[in-house]
Nanobody, 115 residues
């Protein structure tokens, strides 16, 4: 089975930056896309950003121009660079690897943005 581990979360002031990493271990093959999702307190989980194996990307409107998703296939790692963070970005961020027949999730990392 594939295991995903996120890192890079923490407490940051509004306007600051954080870089999240998600490293996968196990048998990674037939990878379709990778993504970042978040769930804020009292809210449903939402898509933040996606990146395909061909480096096509998609972002939620709320983060366009501020967040950048990227990947390093050699390291089986996907990143989320977050800039100009806002308090409303506070959430648990989880990474996802979508393979042809399976979908894998990390445990999540907390991002808290304060004023």
């Amino acid at each position: 089975q594939v295991q995903l581990v996120e890192s890079g979360g923490g407490l940051v002031q509004a306007g600051g930056s954080l870089r999240l990493s998600c490293e996968a271990s196990g048998s990674i093959f037939r990878l379709i896309r990778m993504g970042w999702y978040r769930q804020a307190p009292g809210k449903q989980r939402e898509l933040v950003a996606l990146i395909t194996s061909g480096d096509n990307t998609n972002y939620a409107d709320s983060v366009k121009g501020r967040f950048t998703i990227s990947r390093d296939n050699a390291k089986n790692t996907v990143y989320l660079q977050m800039r100009s963070l806002k308090p409303e970005d506070t959430a648990v961020y989880s990474c996802n690897f979508k393979l042809i027949h399976n979908d894998y999730w990390g445990q999540g990392t907390q991002v808290t943005v304060s004023s």
